[in-house]
């Protein structure tokens, strides 16, 4: 008996010593793991064509930053995101498809009370659970009606930029939809309005926020995820839709179309901004353990609403629509983690994946069954650079707009379109034999225009990573190449009156439907399978009406959170991680003993 309670007691008494040093094990682990985490930085360009970047081979204006970005990283040739705003940001927030979160149809207007469900995960709030200093710079649109919907309540530690849509790139206000509602402010470092920057270029403000937070925060006590999510080259408002320095547009002279040249000079501040932030990375001696993503949230809009000039070129459609224009994204990668850079990835990934993907090249654990992810991690394909996976991508089925929009390898199946099919049709254009076509003077020396950029220097000339590239080669391997010359040479796709389907790695530009040929055979029958088992899978849509007190003139001329303006912020809410995690730590113990 007494022998019995004693072994009991040293039991008891050794579980706790064990416990203790689980403990210290476990935050001794986790901080070696912190210290070698690599850094996070995406820029997230908004509404960039496919072709207004210069790496797939447009010669009408450079992006050597960009271009050296590529080159010296990994090109993501087959990358895919929703093809809006709002859908787009929250496949990459979440790792999910936008059906699964309601987040499908069109995008959250400054009017309307909703946004990201308040259940749903995001990247940032697992980076930041995992010890990570997480920051958003510039575009939110996700939610802006109450404060709970916004950044610094999903996961970022800051945020500073706007919360709707889009802004004026000088004054930061938007126009309201209806027209008897205020035009309203949006811009603000954490909660608070901040006016300061009226009158400055949004995207050098932008800039100039991601490069005084990367050298000013210390990577060995929280290593950085950092989203600069810029306007750039979004439209403005109606009443002036396109806007640059007049110094910048003068570079562009060339450019006999007027908007055309201004949206080149909003894409070269892009540009640069890139260029500025990778040098501060590397004035802060982080390059080494950094992993750089490129991207745009979707395809441009070449005509109607915001519309830029943006080229797709020279695939069909644009923003917002079924086809590649609207979704194929000119992304890049690069790191010293990754073993093939100066490579061109194949591999069709979805902006979605970025999640599990960046998690896994963090070292970071996820619980996919209990987050219910939609991407996949790609992390060692991407490090290794080979196909892993005939990747399944639900660009969209929208039931308000009535169409579907769904690939699967080499297959894409489309029923229904949006605006009519008004859109439906190849809207860029390039250099060719019987045209006189701007070009960029520069073009005549591209590859030294590359390596002459700063970016090209840091990224790939110097000890990091050593190897030859063939900048010609890879540029060639970049560009996507139609299956016929003329596309109306093609059978005939009519969306509205029956389904589509192409295939895509020999007919990207979506030329020719295989659907007549093929609509009895298994092909089809399987697609359309799956089409049907998502749709039952289907979050209902999140939109909802406009919400006149919104107006910005109830609100001191701002724009956002007028569904709690007055109330304050709880204090546990602001209590940065760590010292939550040290209180947990300390019940834990004491509930223990
Ligand atoms: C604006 O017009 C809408 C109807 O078109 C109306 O419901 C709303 O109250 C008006 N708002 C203001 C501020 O006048
Ligand atoms: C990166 O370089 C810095 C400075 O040279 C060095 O202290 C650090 O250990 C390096 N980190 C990695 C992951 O190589
Ligand atoms: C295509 O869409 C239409 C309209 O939504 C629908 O009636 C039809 O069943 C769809 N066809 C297929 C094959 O999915
Ligand atoms: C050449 O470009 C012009 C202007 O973009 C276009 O109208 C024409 O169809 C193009 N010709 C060929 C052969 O591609
Ligand atoms: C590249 O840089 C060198 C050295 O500064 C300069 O001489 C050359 O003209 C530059 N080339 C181009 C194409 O800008
Ligand atoms: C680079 O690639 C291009 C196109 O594939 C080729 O013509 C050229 O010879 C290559 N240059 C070198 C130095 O290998
Ligand atoms: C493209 O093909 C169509 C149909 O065959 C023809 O009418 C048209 O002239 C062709 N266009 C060009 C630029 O070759």
Redesign the pocket.
């Known amino acids: 008996m007494t022998n019995n309670s004693h072994t009991m007691h040293t039991n008891l008494w050794n579980s706790h010593q064990l416990w203790i040093v689980v403990l210290l094990t476990y935050s001794v682990f986790t901080d070696a793991q912190t210290n ?1 985490r690599p850094n996070i930085v995406i820029i997230l360009a908004d509404d960039l064509g496919v072709d207004d970047i210069s790496f797939r081979g447009s010669n009408q204006f450079l992006t050597p930053n960009i271009d050296a970005l590529a080159y010296s990283g990994v090109i993501l040739k087959n990358l895919y995101t929703p093809a809006m705003c709002t859908p787009s940001r929250s496949a990459l927030l979440t790792g999910k498809y936008p059906i699964h979160t309601g987040m499908q149809h069109y995008v959250i207007k400054n009017e309307e009370p909703w946004g990201l469900p308040l259940d749903e995960t995001t990247i940032a709030q697992i980076f930041k659970q995992h010890g990570y200093y997480t920051s958003l710079i510039g575009k939110w649109h996700q939610g802006m009606s109450s404060k709970t919907y916004t950044p610094t309540k999903r996961g970022f530690d800051r945020h500073f930029g706007y919360l709707g849509s889009h802004v004026d790139y000088y004054d930061q206000t938007q126009v309201p939809t209806p027209k008897n509602l205020s035009r309203g402010h949006d811009f603000r470092d954490n909660l608070a309005v901040s006016r300061q920057y009226i009158g400055s270029y949004v995207t050098d403000v932008l800039t100039e926020a991601a490069t005084k937070l990367i050298s000013e925060h210390d990577v060995t006590k929280q290593p950085l995820f950092l989203l600069l999510s810029q306007l750039a080259p979004h439209s403005g408002n109606e009443d002036d839709p396109l806007q640059a320095p007049s110094e910048e547009i003068e570079k562009f002279a060339y450019i006999k179309d007027n908007e055309r040249r201004t949206y080149a000079a909003m894409v070269s501040k892009l540009d640069q901004s890139v260029a500025s932030v990778i040098d501060a990375l590397a004035q802060k ?2 390059l ?2 950094t992993i750089i993503v490129f991207l745009s949230d979707n395809g441009g809009p070449t005509r109607g609403m915001h519309s830029t000039t943006a080229s797709n070129y020279p695939l069909k459609g644009q923003k917002n629509s079924p086809w590649e224009g609207g979704i194929r994204s000119s992304g890049a990668i690069w790191s010293p983690l990754l073993e093939n850079l100066g490579t061109v990835w194949k591999q069709q990934l979805y902006i979605a994946d970025l999640l599990p993907t960046l998690a896994a090249a963090a070292n970071i654990p996820l619980d996919t069954q209990q987050l219910k992810l939609d991407g996949l991690n790609l992390w060692s394909a991407l490090k290794y650079g080979y196909d892993a996976v005939e990747r399944e991508i639900v660009h969209n089925i929208d039931d308000i707009y009535n169409y579907v929009s769904y690939g699967k390898g080499k297959w894409k199946l489309i029923n229904g379109t949006i605006n009519n099919g008004l859109y439906d049709v190849w809207m860029g254009a390039r250099n060719n034999a019987s045209n006189d076509f701007d070009f960029d003077p520069r073009a005549a020396a591209y590859e030294e225009v590359i390596m002459n950029t700063t970016v090209w220097q840091q990224l790939a000339g110097g000890a990091l990573v050593q190897r030859n590239v063939n900048i010609t080669k890879l540029r060639e391997e970049a560009a996507i190449y139609c299956l016929m010359a003329n596309a109306s040479q093609g059978v005939a796709c009519e969306p509205l009156s029956e389904p589509c389907l192409f295939d895509i790695d020999v007919d990207p530009c979506e030329q020719n439907n295989l659907y007549p040929a093929m609509s009895g055979g298994k092909v089809v029958q399987e697609l359309q399978k799956r089409v049907a088992h998502f749709r039952e899978t289907a979050h209902a849509p999140n939109n909802k009406p406009l919400d006149m007190n919104s107006n910005p003139a109830l609100h001191d001329g701002e724009w956002g959170c007028w569904e709690d303006a007055d109330e304050t912020d709880g204090v546990a809410a602001r209590m940065p991680f760590s010292v939550r995690a040290v209180l947990w730590a300390c019940a834990l113990l004491i509930f223990t003993f």
């Open positions: 070698n001696n982080i080494n353990n």
